[in-house]
């Protein structure tokens, strides 16, 4: 499975973004799909917000919750985040990410940067 982000960009506070990824490869299998987050200077990724394949399941972060919606074209076979409202905070190299049992699949990253 190959994840390929887009969309990320400088934007200021208050403003919004659409990010996409885009899929490709065998992904009938693949069980949850997600956005994670890693900011400056911090070594983890937190996780932003997750859908299941189907679609009728999803969960935020408690930091992106009513700003944040995550959703997927299966028929496009691509997955996205509109994100309003943004927060300098919400600056970071945000992650695509598929889930496969308990194999883990990683796009290269999209950098959103948010000014005040």
């Keep these: 499975v ?3 982000e887009s969309g990320g960009g400088l934007v200021q506070a208050g403003g919004s973004l659409r ?3 885009a899929a490709s490869g065998t992904t009938f299998s693949i069980n949850t799909w997600g956005w994670y987050r890693q900011a400056p200077g911090k070594q983890r990724r937190e996780l932003v917000a997750v859908i299941t394949s189907g679609g009728g399941s999803t ?3 408690d930091s992106v919750k009513g700003r944040f919606t995550i959703s997927r ?3 496009k076979n691509t997955m996205y985040l509109q ?8 600056t970071a190299v945000y992650y695509c990410n598929a889930l496969e049992g308990w194999v883990d699949y ?3 990253g999209t950098q959103v940067t948010v000014s005040s």
Excluded: H, R, T
């Excluded at 994100?83 to 919400?90: C, Q, R, T």
């Design 2 to 4: 190959q994840l390929v």
């Design 19 to 21: 990010l996409s990824c």
């Design 59 to 61: 969960n935020y972060a």
């Design 73 to 75: 074209d299966n028929a």
């Design 83 to 90: 994100m309003n409202s943004l927060k300098p905070e919400d």
């Design 106 to 108: 990683w796009g290269q």
